[in-house]
């Protein structure tokens, strides 16, 4: 997988960090991309995806939906997930990944890389 995600960090709540998932090549060869993460002890969890098409069509799961972004940059072959408000449940590490998709509630990708770790803590 040429999918590397970086920008995680220690963040109080109520802050910001933003994400990257650089490709090697074109981000348009990876399909849909995806964000999903997974804390320690506990099962792994879809974020958000944002299609390959041109209308950019996005889905954000309910826990962070109004205070997460995703958004690409086809010319730095980069995806991006602006996080805001963060909380503490929002620790964890976070991996994008290709071919994302959501499937009758249920979310799939096809392979990822490295993640990155945030930690939202006072």
């Known amino acids: 997988v040429q999918l590397q995600a970086s920008g995680g960090g220690l963040v109080q709540p109520g802050g910001s960090l933003r994400l990257s998932c650089a490709a090697s090549?074109?981000?348009?060869?990876?399909?849909?991309v995806g964000w999903f993460r997974q804390a320690p002890g506990k099962q792994r969890e879809g974020v958000s995806c944002?299609?390959?098409?041109?209308?950019?069509?996005?889905y954000y799961a309910i826990p962070v939906k109004g205070r997460f972004t995703i958004f690409r940059d086809n010319a730095k072959n980069t995806v991006y997930l602006q996080m805001n408000s963060l909380r503490p449940e929002d620790t964890a590490v976070y991996h994008c990944?290709?071919?994302?998709?959501?499937?009758?509630?249920?979310?799939?990708?096809?392979?990822w890389g490295q993640g990155t770790l945030v930690t939202v803590s006072s």
């Open positions: 944002i299609s390959s098409t041109s209308d950019g069509a996005t």
């Open positions: 090549g074109s981000i348009r060869d990876y399909g849909a």
């Open positions: 990944a290709t071919d994302c998709a959501v499937v009758s509630g249920h979310f799939d990708v096809g392979s």
